[in-house]
């Protein structure tokens, strides 16, 4: 069941409870989480790729609210964090240490450390350089640090060059062909543990085809690894994993889970998948109000209460959500389409044309779904405007999980402190 649906009464619901119930309640505007489409979307996908026995880590940067989080975790679903922050909200939520995998290519020293302490189940080296400071950490504090080198495998994922990340000349991963010396080389050093390798090739990937390049190629390292006499006993497949909109079918998970069993599913290593937007993507919306109407070229233009600071995506990638009303639809007037825009002073600030929303007011609440993954996570509060409360339904219930902000909030933090000497002490 999809988790936001018109009902009878002409509403639009998340869950059992209408959304223009929840917008009068916290105000606008909000971000929507399904409890149900969470669980729905791990149950699935955990189902689909059970044969291979591939576990499941959220990638926190998609959805960072701890309460979502913690959803997650109860269902045994492990982290894939980016920071020292992520880390903090995956314990947080409950998620066990060994459920843990730190991926990013500028991790700190000090988040090093902080990882290591912790006990995560694995870091994700993405540089020999990096490699180096882990053994000196791991040397510092005595722990033996649990490796695996994060491949550059020279594959073009095909989808937004924004959110490509594995082809030569990305920032991410070492190149294929110098893993054999450094995972060799670090091997022998008794501070670490190589445990295996990793990749992950960029995101919103439909075409699936990506997928078995990369894999294949990993599979044919882990081969020549073997045969050089190193141990490789884990995969890290990545994420990346695409969702379906209005006009975009969505991915065969069937699919997904043979090239995984064809690819890598012979070769004994423990494997997991690390998606983001997939788990969270499709059960979670932006609500926002229609401020004002205005004459538009070819479209009327309405000014709604959201903007480019509270997602992103549009503005960033060019990405169009699926919008709907959250009463029901009016009868569409001379025009078909309609324009959202933000009210920040910035001409990207622009959510393009949408049609079949009928005649929209002032007043009105437009839904942007699909929203849950990216959207209140890539957030900010340009313009000096409020970050949004965060809202879960679970089914006739909900609650908010983050308050909105108040310009108290950000002018506490600009409280200054005492000047300093400029010279060196
Ligand atoms: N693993 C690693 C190492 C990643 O860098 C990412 C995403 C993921 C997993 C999860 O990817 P997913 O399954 O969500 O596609 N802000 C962009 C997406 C950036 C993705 C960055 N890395 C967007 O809004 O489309």
Redesign the pocket.
């Known amino acids: 069941a999809r988790w936001l649906s018109r009902r009878s009464d002409g509403r639009l619901y998340a869950e059992a409870v209408p959304l223009s119930r929840i917008a009068r309640a916290v105000g606008t505007p909000f971000y929507c989480y399904s409890a149900g489409a969470l669980r729905q979307n791990y149950a699935a996908l955990k189902a689909a790729i059970a044969a291979s026995d591939v576990s499941i880590c959220f990638?926190v940067?998609?959805s960072s609210n701890v309460n979502v989080l913690a959803e997650l975790a109860r269902l045994g679903c492990g982290m894939?964090i980016?920071s020292g922050g992520e880390m903090a909200r995956a314990l947080a939520a409950g998620t066990p240490p060994e459920r843990i995998i730190f991926?990013?290519v500028g991790k700190t020293r000090s988040e090093i450390r902080a990882a290591l302490e912790a006990g995560l189940h694995q870091l994700?080296v993405e540089s020999a350089a990096e490699l180096e400071v882990v053994a000196s950490v791991a040397r510092e504090t005595g722990i033996r640090a649990p490796i695996a080198l994060?491949v550059n495998p020279d594959v073009d994922a095909r989808t937004?060059a924004?959110?490509t990340?594995a082809k030569k000349d990305s920032k991410?991963g070492i190149a294929i062909e110098e893993i054999p010396a450094i995972y060799a080389a670090a091997s022998a050093r008794a501070e670490l543990k190589m445990v295996g390798l990793a990749v992950?090739i960029?995101?919103?990937?439909l075409d699936l085809s990506p997928f078995r390049d990369a894999w294949a190629a990993l599979a044919d390292l882990v081969r020549r690894l073997r045969a050089a006499g190193l141990g490789v006993d884990r995969l890290d497949l990545?994420?990346?994993?695409?969702i379906g909109d209005d006009r975009h079918a969505g991915p065969d998970l069937a699919e997904y889970a043979s090239i995984i069993a064809e690819t890598v599913g012979d070769l004994g290593c423990a494997l997991n998948v690390?998606?983001?937007?997939?788990l969270a993507g499709r059960g979670g919306a932006l609500v926002s109000e229609v401020l004002y109407l205005k004459e538009g070229d070819g479209a009327p233009i309405a000014v709604i209460d959201a903007a480019m600071n509270d997602l992103m995506?549009p503005a960033?990638?060019g990405?169009q959500h699926p919008v709907l009303t959250a009463e029901a639809p009016r009868p569409a007037g001379k025009d078909a389409a309609c324009r959202l825009v933000g009210p920040v002073c910035e001409s990207s600030d622009d959510f393009g044309k949408y049609e079949g929303l009928g005649t929209i007011l002032a007043g009105d609440f437009v839904v942007f779904d699909n929203a849950g993954?990216?959207g209140a996570a890539?957030s900010s509060t340009y313009n000096s405007r409020d970050l949004v409360p965060e809202v879960l339904v679970d089914d006739g219930q909900f609650r908010i999980i983050r308050r909105r902000t108040n310009i108290s909030d950000a002018l506490k933090l600009e409280e200054p402190e005492s000047w300093l000497a400029g010279d060196d002490p």
């Open positions: 990638a940067k998609a894939d980016v991926s990013g994700n994060r937004h924004k959110i990340t991410f992950h960029g995101s919103q990937i990545g994420g990346g994993l695409g690390e998606p983001g937007r997939w995506r960033l990638y990405a993954a990216y890539m």
